[in-house]
């Protein structure tokens, strides 16, 4: 399974931009990078995904280096309501859906 | 999109004894997963539930531990067996929707004390 490394934990104040980095080193060329956040006591949720090209939606951005060995998710102005753990998660093209969770980046927001 | 419900919300449940979770999604799926989550942990794919045949097991887990159903393309059942305090966990449902952008939608999840 290809594998994502993520900090443990980061810290962000209210209404500044977070930048939360996630390395994949041994991507494969068809394995899609995936943002879920799980609120706390919650089921996880999409956040965000991408392939080559940077992404923009309504929750985040996500910006993919050059070689894909690694992204960033990018929130424009954290709030309360981030306060969450984020996982950057390889989707397996090969595995349909089938998503491999890793240990995920708790966020915290300051106000 | 896709709502998806499961029951029991939490239990607790003496050692020894069974439960099942039922998940429930308001939309037909291709996809339905069973995820668990242990304390303080991120989440781990327990099976793949096919419709009308086996559930797809990873490593670790086992059909006689896990039993699991999915009668149509909107229920499923997983079932916790002869269970133990390491069963203690959060069990999650999760639906995807093949051909799709790998987006998945999770349950609100079923926290399970055993002791």
């Known amino acids: 399974d290809a594998k994502t490394t993520q900090p443990n934990s980061m810290e962000s104040n209210e209404e500044e931009p977070v930048h939360l980095p996630c390395n994949h080193s041994t991507i494969s060329g068809t394995d899609y990078i995936h943002w879920y956040r799980q609120l706390p006591s919650q089921g996880p949720e999409y956040v965000i995904h991408g392939l080559t090209s940077n992404v923009n939606n309504r929750m985040a951005s996500l910006a993919i280096a050059e070689d894909r060995k690694s992204s960033t998710l990018i929130l424009h102005r954290a709030t309360l309501r981030d306060a969450a753990v984020y996982y950057c998660i390889l989707a397996e093209s090969r595995a349909g859906n089938m998503l491999t969770f890793g240990g995920g980046t708790r966020l915290m927001v300051k106000p | 999109s896709a709502v998806i419900s499961q029951k029991p919300s939490r239990d607790i449940c003496q050692r020894g004894t069974s439960l099942t979770i039922q998940c429930q999604v308001d939309?037909?799926?291709?996809?339905m997963f069973w995820y668990r989550q242990q304390p303080g942990q991120s989440l781990t794919l327990i099976a793949t539930a096919n419709q009308g045949s086996e559930a797809t097991y990873e490593s670790g887990f086992v059909i006689d531990k896990f039993p699991i159903s999915r009668p149509n393309l909107t229920f499923s059942t997983l079932t916790v067996s002869n269970m133990s305090p390491e069963d203690s966990s959060i069990y999650l449902c999760s639906v995807g929707f093949w051909g799709a952008s790998y987006e998945q939608y999770f349950g609100p999840g079923t926290r399970l004390t055993v002791t």
């Open positions: 939309s037909q799926v291709t996809m």
